[in-house]
């Protein structure tokens, strides 16, 4: 069941996604329908629903405008359930036509929204095999890639924001947000993430301070008659830089201060860096590793919403 806030989240993230090319519009491109799209947004969603409905009636199935009449009513629906059941048609019905990418975008969107990001994952996986070519690839990128991090398919969510860095245009605004997602690959100072395989991430190296539950193996008797040498120190461990959870990037003041509250309340300690343009990165923290930053981020979700994701501390 798709509640209230689930799609808030769902219209927001739909509202915050801008296409390649400036030609390109994820909304309806026809003005008759482009108007309908556009009185519900000003908050007359009764009557772009009753408008969409006056169109859709009469038309046949065959007719060359009906795909982008469907395409409209699933974008002013009323809930997110009914949302779907429309993109889902289209993209499987007309699979041919202009309105195909859009509709699985939506749906990835959708997905990811209800945290279903197994499902996101796959129809992400879907865009990326079926249409290499689509304006919308950075905004796919985008998401795909959030919901990939959430399940640690570190790789497939890197290589998708790469494709999607490749293709972004001059959307400034969009291209940042990539950017920013891709911190996510960092693994140090010019070392990015690239496993060959998931698993790396849920079998990480014995540390240092696991010896307690893995004894070190001791070493061979000295059986020589020589004195022992006295033993040489150890080579420094390679430890990676303590990890956090990044919750937003933005530049009002009271924003910054409100969410370090929340963060701080939840238990963690509050940080906010210096980001590019001006913006500020909050984030919370400390983690030692990747994977305890990962089990921490639904707590810090839960305490300042958003759509936190995990990076390395500067």
């Known amino acids: 069941m798709i509640t209230t806030r689930h799609l808030a989240i769902i ?3 739909l509202a915050l996604v801008k296409p390649a090319s400036a030609q390109q519009s994820l909304g309806p491109t026809t003005k008759r329908f482009a108007d309908i799209a556009q009185m519900a947004q000003e908050g007359y969603g009764d009557s772009a ?3 969409i409905a006056r169109i859709l009636k009469p038309m046949a199935p065959t007719d060359p405008a009906y795909a982008e009449a469907l395409y409209t009513a699933g974008t002013v629906a009323r809930t997110g359930d009914s949302m779907r059941i429309v993109f889902s048609r289209l993209f499987v019905e007309y699979g041919t036509t202009p309105w195909a990418d859009r509709s699985l975008l939506r749906l990835i969107q959708i997905d990811y929204g209800l945290g279903k990001m197994e499902l996101a994952t796959s129809e992400s996986n879907r865009f990326f095999a ?3 070519d689509s304006p919308f690839v950075p905004a796919a990128a985008k998401w795909g890639a959030l919901a990939a991090f959430s399940q640690q398919k570190m790789q497939l969510g890197c290589d998708w924001l790469t494709k999607g860095i490749a293709k972004v245009g001059d959307d400034l605004e969009l291209k940042n947000q990539l950017l920013f997602a891709k911190q996510n690959c960092n693994l140090g100072p010019g070392v990015q993430y690239a496993p060959k395989n998931d698993d ?3 079998a990480p190296p014995v540390r240092p301070a696991d010896t307690a539950t893995h004894p070190p193996v001791p070493p061979p008797a000295n059986t020589a008659k020589t004195p022992a040498k ?3 120190k150890p ?6 830089s303590p990890w956090r959870v990044q919750v937003t990037a933005v530049r009002d003041k009271a924003v910054i201060q409100s969410v370090m509250k929340k963060i701080e309340a939840a238990g963690f300690k509050a940080y ?3 980001g590019p343009g001006g913006l500020t990165r909050v984030q919370a923290g ?7 930053a990962v089990a921490g981020l639904p707590k810090v979700k839960a305490a300042t919403g958003g759509s936190p994701i995990v990076v390395p501390a500067p």
């Open 130 to 132: 079926e249409f290499t």
């Open 49 to 51: 629903r009753a408008a």
């Open 200 to 202: 790396s991430l849920r």
């Open 230 to 232: 006295a033993p040489t």
């Open 11 to 13: 219209v927001a993230g």
């Open 286 to 292: 400390p983690f030692a590793t990747r994977a305890a």
């Open 235 to 240: 080579p420094a461990a390679n430890v990676a």
């Open 272 to 274: 906010a860096v210096s």
